[in-house]
């Protein structure tokens, strides 16, 4: 295996399969990423969505194709909160088929794990700062807390919450009734409060970043941006007045009209009420002025570690 190979990270996550590939020298190759709704219902079922899994399997098959395209030497690949979520023959089965697809074994990571990584991935991306940063990495199925510098091992906290089992449980009237947006807020709130209590090291630090598919969403939303671009967003420092008139915007529209809103993806539109939930709880909670939104988390501190 050559030592000057490209490297590559694959994330199965709750809504999507993400792909990265990095050169030796760390220059980006490929992103991608598929929503594929693998963990849809899984909250509440403990079950993977059939349709999830077999829309993953097909991500990861495009994946593999675009690995043996790159000549990639080493590969991670690692499944995130549905797959901790789930109940264990589900995902045994997906473990074992998905390996099969991709020629690697996919790794089923804790919170803690998947909080060290985004948080090294993310500060690697946006350069360091003058004492400690928090991480928010919101996904579909989990919001994982790091605190830390750029360097050694980051404190760290999994919260069992995220933008696709919020917009399950709270969130499907269309648009959702003001009832329904308060309980999802509420949710949020009991959970950041135990994040508090287990990390209370995150109301002090010098800077907080964003990170997922709902803080880059929202941060595009902003900034109107059509068609998406990661260098303009990557950096970006959404503010709370900004992030409170963008979840405005998307939860007091109906689907038909939000899928027009510059900067949000068709494929997001729905999940999109969940996780705006639980962003501008954050906000709130924690008492945040600003957060700084990156697009680099988890598969860059993967294909890091692999350099």
Known sequence: MSGDAAVAAVDVGTLSARLLVQDATGRELVRTAVVC?????????????????AATLDALRSFRTVLDAQGVGRVRAVGTAALRTAAPADVAAFVASAGEVLGVPLEVIDGATEATLSHRGALASL????????TIDLGGGSIDVAVGGPDGVPVTCSLP?????????????????????????????????????????????DRVVGLGGTFTTMAAVELGLDPYDPAVVDGFVLTRAAAEDVFRTLVTE?????????????????????????VVATYRFLGLDAVVVTGCDLLDGIVAELR
């Open 37 to 53: 709704g693998l963990g849809e219902g899984t909250a509440s079922s403990r079950r993977l969505s059939s349709d999830g899994v």
């Open 254 to 278: 109906p689907l038909v009209d939000r899928v027009h809103n510059p900067g949000l993806p068709a494929d997001r539109a729905v999940h999109i009420l969940g996780g705006a939930c639980a």
């Open 161 to 205: 919450v995220g933008a696709v089992g919020l917009t399950e449980r709270f969130l499907q009237a269309d648009p959702p009734p003001p009832e329904d947006l308060v309980a999802a807020l509420s949710i949020v709130e009991a959970y950041l409060d135990d994040l508090i209590r287990s990390l209370p090291e995150v109301r002090t630090v």
């Open 127 to 134: 350069g360091p700062v003058a004492g400690s940063s928090a």
